[in-house]
């Protein structure tokens, strides 16, 4: 359904990216597609696609983690909670946080329901599961490209740029939030401009 | 070189990398590895020289501690520089090239010469280089803190970036000149740091400016626009003052300023122990990576009475080494095109970027015509992530490799020379200086071709592959082509003696008061983390050395593999031990140049396992400073951390 056509569009994007590359493309032509538009579920049990409904034309950060990750992940996510806090009523408006289970399969948007519950995230904070190689999908790109058993190893980044401008950097997601929401906000300058 | 094919037979494929092409529109390659860069025939455009900086007027409208302590309108030169984007030639087959780069705002500035089939575009790729003299201040002992010092440079840069850019970079920039030893205030932070850090620091007589970070016109774009200066930028429009950052570098030694201020009881000056190789890049936090990438970087060259740029000097105790124009840097990239011209990057390779076309001074696999006769060739690796071992050859499959002489390395000249060198390994940011006389080659016709060849294959970011290449299969950075008959004497007053600038290693008294500190480079959970503690927090300093006092640093890298130069910023280190040994020169292939008493570096490659102490002395300065790791793209992961020196 959705997906395969997804998948068959990405294809040929992918083939029209190399001839729009060439020729020196259009922004419209290449906008969906330089990060995977997979579908995805949201801890709302919501199916919405990666890219253009979470990512496109806002400021993003973006994190991996898991459930049963029990050392570090809790500590990262209450980071985050404070990060949260600190982007106060920009977060849902000019700002979206997403969290990607690298264990799809265990969390279920029930499960991340639950997890965001016990850290009561707001709106704008959005929780993702999905197929497991679209997990994967986004991990690679977003270039945690290791495949390993070992989950932890892609837990400790924290992606953050802004669609609109194409501009995107990463931080330890255990940074300062104080420091994590000046970071963003400077990206964010750009996206307010519009 | 790097083909497509062998990038996927090295194992990128599949992994799924974006491209941001012209303009910064992004695009993708899906499920395989990045396209290569358009085909370029080598070695048919010029190397390039980047312009001299030149002076301008002096100008008044400066910080009030730099008037206050440092500047002397009579004896202090003033300079200007903006960051602009600009179309260059990278190649002369390649479309032209949008970059950001550094421009000479001297009326009188002149473009870059020797560009061959890159004339016609007006600038070149690298920013003017900086060309500074030591040895000639006096300074006088316990002089009135009433009065400025004096001497030094004023650099007032300016942010002309497109505000409204699009793709990777961002158009906020910070000047790191890196291998100086100068003011905090100067040094590039990489951050604007926040009122209660801003609190936090120590009490710096030159100050900390709220805004170190220069914004490109209009910005930031939710405040009121800050005040409106005198300055223009290349397009003509109004300068203001958020644009802008003076940068005071006071070129003077190590220690100087205890004697001059008398605030150290014992001083300690380690006379000309400045003149070196150093270059000055970008240094934005999260982003020095791109900005770097797109073109912000140049050279600054130093000497003295003893290395005087001159090989016919009347002064018989100077070193009379080959001086322009057979002293020639070489900032060696290595960049990915798209085929219209544009530059590739790769915004979420957080490995390390590596590009699949090389290039020395901005231009793509350049030559240059030499003479019989001695040259100097001074190697930074200004690349991103790529390390580069390189051999002087004839460029066959199992033809001839010619040996080079080592004279230099960071921290400037060595003691002695490095004689017969069969190859170097340079990590990014280092720089190393040989001598390579071309009169050797006396059987050898005019026309002949010889190379310089990176043999260290490298397929990802994170560190060299194992082994080397076989001759003639690396990368062939820059062809030679000797001129001039060979039974032809020609004039080479240049010479390399046998002592070029000795020094003593540390005492063992300074070694026994050291203070100790340690610094384990890990990955933790696929982010860098410094003991123990996720790095990158420039609110807080992770080390607060008293300035005058001896420390040893013990730097350990336990991230799993993977290679690291660690930089840090301030002063020059000397290398007691590398994984527990002192390190030795006895080896030719690859020459090493490290050990105290022979060399004194900034910037120190540290490959999987492996650990080094360093003893450093913090002198003069006061302030936040930074030591990272340059890979930039580990850099902007945050693998860095801040010190400050404190009274």
């Given at each position: 359904?959705i997906?395969?056509r997804?998948d068959?569009?990405?294809?040929?994007?992918?083939?029209?990216?190399?001839?729009?590359?060439?020729?020196?493309?259009?922004?419209?032509?290449?906008?969906?597609?330089?990060?995977?538009?997979?579908?995805v579920?949201?801890q709302?049990?919501?199916?919405?696609?990666?890219?253009?409904?979470?990512?496109?034309?806002k400021?993003?950060l973006?994190?991996?983690m898991?459930?049963?990750?029990?050392?570090?992940?809790?500590?990262?996510?209450?980071?985050?909670?404070?990060v949260?806090e600190?982007?106060?009523?920009?977060?849902g408006?000019?700002?979206?946080?997403?969290?990607?289970?690298?264990?799809?399969?265990?969390?279920?948007?029930?499960?991340?329901?639950?997890?965001?519950?016990?850290?009561?995230?707001?709106?704008?904070?959005?929780?993702?599961?999905?197929?497991?190689?679209?997990?994967?999908?986004?991990?690679?790109?977003?270039?945690?490209?290791?495949?390993?058993?070992d989950?932890?190893q892609?837990?400790?980044?924290?992606?953050?740029?802004?669609?609109?401008t194409?501009q995107?950097?990463?931080?330890?997601a255990?940074?300062?939030?104080?420091?994590?929401?000046?970071s963003?906000?400077?990206?964010?300058?750009r996206?307010?401009?519009? | 070189?790097?083909?497509?094919?062998n990038?996927?037979?090295?194992?990128?494929?599949?992994?799924?990398?974006?491209?941001?092409?012209?303009?910064?529109?992004?695009?993708?390659?899906?499920?395989?590895?990045?396209?290569?860069?358009?085909?370029?025939?080598p070695?048919?455009?010029?190397?390039p020289?980047?312009?001299?900086l030149?002076?301008?007027?002096?100008?008044?409208?400066?910080?009030?501690?730099?008037l206050?302590?440092?500047?002397?309108?009579?004896t202090?030169r003033?300079?200007?520089?903006?960051?602009?984007?600009?179309?260059?030639?990278?190649?002369?087959?390649?479309?032209?090239?949008?970059?950001?780069?550094?421009?000479d705002?001297?009326?009188f500035?002149?473009?870059?010469?020797?560009?061959?089939?890159?004339?016609?575009?007006p600038y070149?790729?690298?920013?003017?280089?900086?060309?500074?003299?030591?040895?000639?201040?006096?300074?006088?002992?316990c002089?009135?803190?009433?009065d400025?010092?004096?001497?030094?440079?004023?650099?007032?840069?300016?942010?002309?970036?497109?505000?409204?850019?699009?793709?990777f970079?961002?158009?906020?920039?910070?000047?790191?000149?890196?291998?100086?030893?100068?003011?905090?205030?100067?040094?590039?932070?990489?951050?604007?740091?926040?009122?209660?850090?801003?609190?936090?620091?120590?009490?710096?007589?030159?100050?900390?400016?709220?805004?170190?970070?220069?914004?490109?016109?209009?910005w930031?774009?939710?405040?009121?626009?800050s005040?409106?200066?005198?300055d223009?930028?290349?397009?003509h429009?109004?300068?203001?003052?958020?644009?802008r950052?003076?940068?005071?570098?006071?070129?003077?030694?190590?220690?100087v300023l205890?004697?001059?201020?008398?605030t150290?009881?014992?001083?300690?000056?380690?006379?000309?122990?400045?003149?070196?190789?150093?270059w000055?890049?970008?240094?934005?936090?999260?982003?020095?990576g791109p900005?770097?990438?797109?073109?912000?970087?140049?050279?600054?060259?130093?000497?003295?009475?003893?290395?005087?740029?001159?090989?016919?000097?009347?002064?018989?105790?100077?070193l009379?080494?080959?001086s322009?124009?057979y002293?020639?840097?070489?900032?060696i990239?290595?960049?990915?095109?798209?085929?219209?011209?544009?530059?590739?990057?790769?915004?979420?390779?957080?490995?390390?970027?590596?590009?699949?076309?090389?290039?020395?001074?901005g231009?793509?696999?350049?030559?240059?015509e030499?003479?019989?006769?001695?040259?100097?060739?001074?190697?930074?690796?200004a690349?991103?992530?790529?390390?580069?071992r390189?051999?002087?050859?004839?460029?066959?499959?199992?033809?001839?490799?010619?040996?080079?002489?080592?004279?230099?390395?960071?921290?400037?000249?060595?003691?002695?020379?490095?004689?017969?060198?069969?190859?170097?390994l340079?990590s990014?940011a280092?720089?190393?200086?040989?001598?390579?006389?071309?009169s050797?080659?006396?059987?050898?016709?005019?026309?002949?071709?010889?190379?310089?060849?990176?043999?260290?294959?490298?397929s990802?970011?994170?560190?060299?592959?194992?082994?080397?290449?076989?001759?003639g299969?690396?990368?062939?950075?820059?062809?030679?082509?000797?001129?001039?008959?060979?039974?032809?004497?020609?004039?080479d007053?240049?010479?390399?003696?046998?002592?070029?600038?000795?020094?003593?290693?540390?005492?063992?008294?300074?070694?026994?008061?050291?203070y100790?500190?340690?610094?384990?480079?890990e990955?933790?959970d696929?982010?860098?983390?410094?003991?123990?503690?996720?790095?990158?927090?420039?609110?807080?300093?992770?080390?607060t050395?008293?300035?005058?006092?001896?420390?040893?640093?013990?730097?350990?890298?336990?991230?799993?593999?993977?290679?690291?130069?660690?930089h840090?910023?301030?002063e020059?280190?000397?290398?007691?031990?590398?994984?527990?040994?002192?390190?030795?020169?006895?080896?030719?292939?690859?020459?090493?140049?490290?050990?105290?008493?022979?060399?004194?570096?900034?910037?120190?490659?540290?490959?999987?396992?492996?650990?080094?102490?360093?003893?450093?002395?913090?002198?003069?300065?006061?302030?936040?400073?930074?030591?990272?790791?340059?890979?930039?793209?580990?850099?902007?992961?945050?693998?860095?951390?801040?010190?400050?020196?404190i009274p």
């Amino acid at each position: 359904m959705i997906t395969k056509r997804t998948d068959a569009w990405v294809a040929v994007a992918s083939l029209m990216l190399a001839a729009a590359a060439a020729t020196g493309g259009t922004h419209a032509a290449l906008a969906n597609t330089y990060l995977p538009n997979v579908v995805v579920q949201t801890q709302d049990g919501a199916r919405v696609r990666f890219y253009e409904d979470l990512i496109r034309d806002k400021v993003v950060l973006i994190n991996f983690m898991f459930t049963s990750c029990t050392n570090q992940c809790p500590r990262t996510t209450a980071n985050l909670v404070k990060v949260e806090e600190q982007l106060g009523d920009r977060l849902g408006r000019d700002v979206r946080m997403i969290s990607v289970t690298l264990d799809p399969a265990t969390d279920t948007p029930a499960v991340l329901r639950d997890y965001a519950r016990r850290y009561g995230t707001k709106p704008g904070w959005y929780f993702v599961t999905g197929r497991q190689k679209d997990i994967d999908a986004i991990r690679q790109r977003l270039g945690m490209r290791e495949d390993t058993n070992d989950l932890m190893q892609h837990t400790g980044m924290l992606v953050y740029g802004n669609d609109a401008t194409r501009q995107w950097a990463a931080t330890p997601a255990f940074a300062q939030p104080r420091a994590i929401v000046r970071s963003v906000m400077l990206l964010m300058h750009r996206r307010m401009e519009k | 070189m790097l083909t497509r094919r062998n990038m996927l037979k090295l194992g990128l494929a599949g992994s799924g990398y974006v491209i941001f092409g012209p303009n910064g529109v992004v695009s993708f390659a899906d499920g395989d590895s990045l396209p290569a860069s358009p085909p370029t025939t080598p070695f048919i455009d010029e190397l390039p020289l980047p312009g001299a900086l030149l002076e301008v007027e002096p100008f008044f409208d400066l910080p009030e501690q730099y008037l206050r302590l440092w500047i002397d309108p009579n004896t202090t030169r003033f300079f200007k520089i903006a960051s602009e984007q600009r179309v260059v030639k990278f190649h002369s087959q390649l479309p032209p090239t949008t970059i950001w780069g550094y421009r000479d705002l001297s009326p009188f500035a002149e473009p870059s010469v020797g560009a061959g089939s890159l004339q016609p575009l007006p600038y070149n790729v690298l920013g003017p280089t900086l060309l500074q003299n030591f040895g000639s201040r006096l300074v006088t002992p316990c002089s009135s803190t009433s009065d400025p010092i004096g001497g030094g440079f004023v650099i007032r840069h300016i942010n002309c970036l497109p505000p409204d850019h699009k793709g990777f970079g961002v158009p906020r920039t910070t000047v790191h000149l890196h291998g100086g030893h100068h003011l905090a205030r100067a040094d590039g932070f990489p951050v604007n740091l926040d009122k209660a850090a801003l609190d936090k620091l120590p009490d710096i007589p030159d100050g900390f400016p709220q805004f170190i970070v220069m914004e490109p016109p209009g910005w930031p774009p939710n405040e009121p626009p800050s005040p409106v200066t005198n300055d223009l930028c290349p397009d003509h429009s109004v300068v203001r003052e958020r644009q802008r950052l003076d940068y005071f570098y006071p070129l003077l030694d190590p220690g100087v300023l205890d004697v001059v201020r008398c605030t150290a009881s014992t001083p300690d000056i380690e006379v000309e122990a400045r003149p070196s190789t150093q270059w000055y890049h970008d240094h934005l936090l999260d982003f020095t990576g791109p900005n770097a990438y797109r073109g912000l970087a140049g050279f600054v060259l130093c000497f003295d009475a003893l290395d005087s740029n001159d090989e016919n000097d009347p002064n018989l105790s100077a070193l009379h080494l080959p001086s322009p124009p057979y002293d020639i840097p070489l900032a060696i990239q290595d960049k990915r095109f798209a085929a219209d011209g544009s530059l590739v990057f790769s915004t979420f390779d957080h490995d390390g970027f590596l590009g699949d076309k090389f290039l020395l001074n901005g231009a793509i696999q350049p030559y240059l015509e030499v003479k019989r006769r001695k040259y100097r060739f001074r190697f930074l690796n200004a690349s991103n992530a790529r390390i580069y071992r390189i051999f002087f050859n004839d460029g066959n499959p199992g033809g001839q490799t010619f040996t080079m002489d080592m004279i230099a390395n960071e921290g400037g000249l060595l003691s002695r020379p490095l004689r017969g060198a069969v190859s170097f390994l340079i990590s990014m940011a280092e720089r190393y200086e040989m001598v390579i006389d071309f009169s050797k080659f006396p059987n050898l016709a005019a026309g002949t071709k010889l190379y310089l060849e990176n043999r260290l294959p490298q397929s990802n970011g994170r560190k060299p592959d194992d082994g080397l290449l076989p001759q003639g299969s690396g990368n062939k950075l820059l062809e030679f082509r000797l001129t001039g008959d060979p039974l032809v004497l020609v004039e080479d007053n240049s010479e390399v003696r046998d002592v070029l600038r000795p020094f003593d290693p540390i005492s063992q008294a300074d070694i026994d008061r050291a203070y100790r500190r340690s610094f384990k480079f890990e990955r933790t959970d696929g982010a860098w983390a410094i003991n123990d503690r996720f790095a990158g927090d420039l609110d807080t300093p992770i080390a607060t050395p008293t300035r005058g006092q001896p420390e040893i640093w013990h730097l350990e890298n336990s991230s799993g593999g993977w290679w690291h130069p660690i930089h840090i910023h301030s002063e020059f280190f000397r290398v007691l031990k590398r994984n527990g040994r002192p390190p030795t020169d006895t080896a030719r292939n690859p020459v090493v140049a490290e050990q105290d008493g022979l060399a004194r570096k900034d910037t120190i490659l540290l490959k999987g396992g492996d650990s080094v102490d360093v003893f450093l002395k913090f002198r003069d300065h006061l302030g936040p400073f930074v030591f990272h790791c340059h890979n930039m793209e580990h850099e902007d992961m945050a693998m860095m951390a801040r010190f400050d020196v404190i009274p």
